[in-house]
């Protein structure tokens, strides 16, 4: 059976994940100059995603949507190695984005308001003090 060099890829993983996908589609595919690849990892060769010839239509179609679902899922955040502080860290931007796009926070005549009634505040406190002196 004859193959032929499908896709370049310069990620082991991600090479695995589509000879995977490929596999489970019962299309019959080997990757090569992978071990070059994890010794020499910023060597220009990268990883080959080899599919038989009687099957490069398919696989073709298939790798297609592959890449559409991982374009699909470009945006969703991924936290399989993320610590505890870093989901709350990631919760917190989120909540703060929220409130920026709310208009509460970035709104300037809010924002002209609560300067206002810090300074009258602040004048008041003075004349409070000062008061009895005056008198």
């Given at each position: 059976m004859?193959?032929?060099?499908?896709?370049?890829?310069?990620?082991?993983?991600?090479?695995?994940?589509?000879y995977?996908?490929?596999?489970?589609?019962?299309i019959?595919?080997?990757?090569?100059?992978?071990?070059?690849?994890?010794?020499?990892p910023?060597?220009?060769?990268?990883v080959?995603?080899n599919?038989?010839?009687?099957?490069?239509?398919?696989?073709?179609?298939l790798?297609?949507?592959?890449?559409?679902?991982?374009?699909?899922?470009?945006?969703?955040?991924?936290?399989?190695?993320?610590?505890?502080?870093?989901?709350?860290?990631?919760?917190?931007?989120?909540?703060?984005?929220?409130?920026?796009?709310?208009g509460?926070?970035d709104?300037?005549?809010?924002?002209?308001f609560?300067?206002?009634l810090?300074?009258?505040?602040?004048?008041?406190i003075?004349?409070?003090?000062?008061?009895?002196?005056?008198?």
């Amino acid at each position: 059976m004859d193959y032929q060099i499908i896709r370049r890829f310069y990620s082991n993983v991600e090479a695995n994940i589509y000879y995977l996908r490929l596999q489970e589609a019962g299309i019959s595919c080997f990757l090569s100059q992978e071990n070059i690849s994890t010794i020499l990892p910023l060597s220009d060769g990268g990883v080959f995603v080899n599919v038989a010839v009687d099957q490069l239509e398919e696989a073709r179609a298939l790798m297609k949507t592959i890449d559409l679902e991982k374009e699909k899922n470009k945006n969703q955040k991924d936290f399989r190695e993320a610590t505890v502080e870093d989901i709350y860290y990631e919760k917190e931007v989120v909540e703060y984005e929220k409130r920026l796009n709310s208009g509460w926070i970035d709104n300037n005549i809010v924002s002209v308001f609560i300067f206002m009634l810090f300074f009258i505040v602040i004048i008041m406190i003075i004349v409070n003090f000062f008061y009895p002196f005056i008198i």
